[in-house]
């Protein structure tokens, strides 16, 4: 993905490719209509940074994409992952822009962690993704953007919110990828704001040092087609893994790979888990935490293989692992570079949940994973329903 150089004026909209869109009043009338917005509190820099590259940078980023055949599942479905791909472009496009409003090294927004994300609504193929991005909070090294996507059938002009999620990214510089740059500070509209995101940075940043606790624990390897068949239902039943060679068009100007990749990957093998447990249509509800630990080259080989920890009636948790490695060296220099939990539903051929098939557990290590899986369903389930109450 190309990034735009600092205070220059982003390219029109095309509903075929994601691109970064030009403020409203810019934009060719006869070619796409976008609502002009007011400045938020992503586009008011702080005096420190200076008014002019606050001006400059108008209404918020927006990436508009219509949705193909390759985008989606055999009932048209439009995969999670093609969604978080492109959750991670507009984040990452916003972020850097950001950081480049300053003196100093050019630098490139690079993602860390993905929060919780809610598929709130399934896409299908033909219709058009709006995806908009706003960043909510700045600390000195870090910033939070808050990423919109709008699902629209552009024969009837319905709009549905499809999915939201928040990213946290660090900027990274392009002379030497391991020094992180300062990060220009963002005007918020009250104190209240800028509080309630200092205690997300402060969550965040606790959780991120509680999983390294986990991180480096060692998955099972792939079945070999020549051990005995495994028992239906069981977690060695449908645990799957997919390994591929990381490529230039994986990467960014940096050489390393895209967040947004990545997460393609796990939610393909995290599909492919749900499919082989559920042998239903299934598609992606939510995704917990994505932890991004390590960066992963170009030229390194990644497996990412997803297990089943917890089955509900109506649902799994899946979680899934990407260890990396160099081309070569895959037993002796692999490491685990990202780690998240995937919730899945089954749905029948009208879209209506359907039941899952209980999990068979095996052995004391399956049974601890189902109950933290449990843990975190139930705290998950206590939350939605805390929330309906509010609105």
């Not at 108008?58 to 599942?73: E, H, T, V």
């Not at 496009?93 to 609504?121: K, M, P, W, Y």
């Not at 949940?353 to 899986?373: H, M, T, Y």
Request: include cysteine; charged fraction near 25%; hydrophobic fraction near 35%.
């Amino acid at each position: 993905m190309s990034v735009p150089q600092p205070r220059e004026a982003a390219s029109s909209l095309q509903l075929c490719r994601p691109r970064i869109s030009k403020p409203a009043d810019e934009v060719d009338k006869s070619a796409v209509v976008v609502e002009k917005r007011q400045p938020t509190q992503s586009q008011q820099v702080s005096n420190d940074v200076g008014e002019e590259a606050g001006a400059k940078q108008g209404s918020k980023p927006q990436l508009i994409r219509i949705m193909r055949p390759d985008d989606a599942n055999i009932v048209g479905n439009v995969h999670g992952g093609i969604i978080l791909k492109m959750v991670e472009e507009a984040g990452c496009i916003v972020g850097t822009r950001h950081c480049n409003t300053q003196n100093g090294d050019r630098c490139l927004a690079a993602l860390v962690r993905v929060e919780r994300t809610e598929f709130l609504s399934p896409m299908f193929i033909g219709e058009v993704a709006h995806v908009t991005a706003e960043i909510m909070y700045t600390s000195k090294h870090s910033l939070e953007v808050q990423v919109k996507v709008m699902a629209e059938n552009i024969l009837t002009g319905a709009k549905k919110l499809a999915n939201k999620a928040a990213l946290w990214y660090v900027p990274c510089s392009l002379q030497n990828v391991d020094k992180i740059m300062e990060v220009p500070p963002i005007k918020y509209a009250s104190a209240e704001q800028e509080e309630e995101g200092k205690k997300r940075y402060d969550a965040q940043k606790m959780e991120r040092q509680e999983t390294k606790a986990r991180i480096e624990e060692v998955v099972p390897p792939p079945l070999n087609p020549e051990d005995p068949a495994k028992e239906r239902h069981t977690i060695g039943f449908s645990q799957s893994s997919l390994i591929q060679l990381v490529g230039p068009s994986d990467c960014s100007l940096h050489n390393y790979v895209h967040g947004g990749v990545t997460m393609k990957l796990m939610d393909e093998v995290a599909g492919i888990v749900a499919c082989r447990h559920c042998n239903t249509n299934i598609v992606t509800a939510s995704v917990d935490a994505i932890n991004f630990h390590r960066k992963i080259k170009n030229g390194c080989v990644v497996t990412v293989t997803g297990r089943l920890t917890f089955v509900s009636n109506k649902s799994m948790e899946i979680e899934v692992l990407v260890d990396a490695s160099s081309l070569g060296e895959e037993d002796k220099g692999k490491y685990r570079a990202v780690s998240a939990f995937f919730t899945y539903v089954s749905l029948d051929k009208d879209n209506k949940p359907l039941a899952v098939p209980p999990l068979k557990i095996e052995g004391e290590e399956e049974q601890r994973r189902f109950e933290e899986g449990k843990a975190r369903y139930l705290q998950s389930k206590a939350k939605r329903l805390a929330d309906k109450e509010r609105q």
